[in-house]
């Protein structure tokens, strides 16, 4: 092939150092786009305020088992502990405590009792929303 540059130089791979670049870039800016100033933008959501989300309302949930919705408003303040939760969904659905595994707000309950753990279950009670699903992994 005549006029073809000998392989290996600098002119025919855009890779090497001093190489021929014939792209264009994808993004270019567009002159609609908004740009901020420096100090007005506003903080993340989760700093505007130092204080969590506190429910409004009852503390009702929806107790999902298999795929479905086993009981549509389930309160949770009626239950001082976890354990008399799961009692109560024992009493539900048939699936005894221990084979019992509940997820609430993205966190796994514990099993078993204790001052630490009804701790944590109040806070637990307290941020949770209402219509909000309680998930049961467990056979019976």
């Known amino acids: 092939p005549t006029g073809a540059s ?8 855009p890779f090497k150092f001093g190489g021929r670049l014939d792209y264009k870039p994808r993004f270019v800016p567009s002159s609609r786009m908004k740009t901020r100033a420096a100090g ?6 989760d ?8 429910r409004v309302g009852p503390a009702k949930v929806k107790l999902k088992w298999g ?7 389930l309160d949770l303040d009626e ?9 109560k969904i024992d009493y539900v659905t048939g ?9 609430l707000a993205g966190k796994r ?3 078993h009792q204790g001052s630490a753990l009804d701790t944590e279950w109040n806070e637990i009670r307290a941020l949770v ?6 998930m049961l992994v467990g056979s019976e």
């Open 95 to 103: 699936v005894p405590p221990c084979r019992q595994t509940l997820i």
């Open 6 to 13: 000998p392989v290996g130089e600098c002119g025919d791979n």
């Open 129 to 134: 929303k209402t219509g909000q699903a309680l």
């Open 40 to 45: 007005s933008s506003s903080p993340p959501p």
């Open 109 to 111: 309950l514990a099993q």
């Open 67 to 73: 795929g479905r919705v086993i009981e549509e408003a």
């Open 79 to 87: 239950f001082p502990t976890v354990q008399a939760l799961r009692e």
């Open 47 to 54: 700093l505007r305020n130092g204080l969590p989300s506190v």
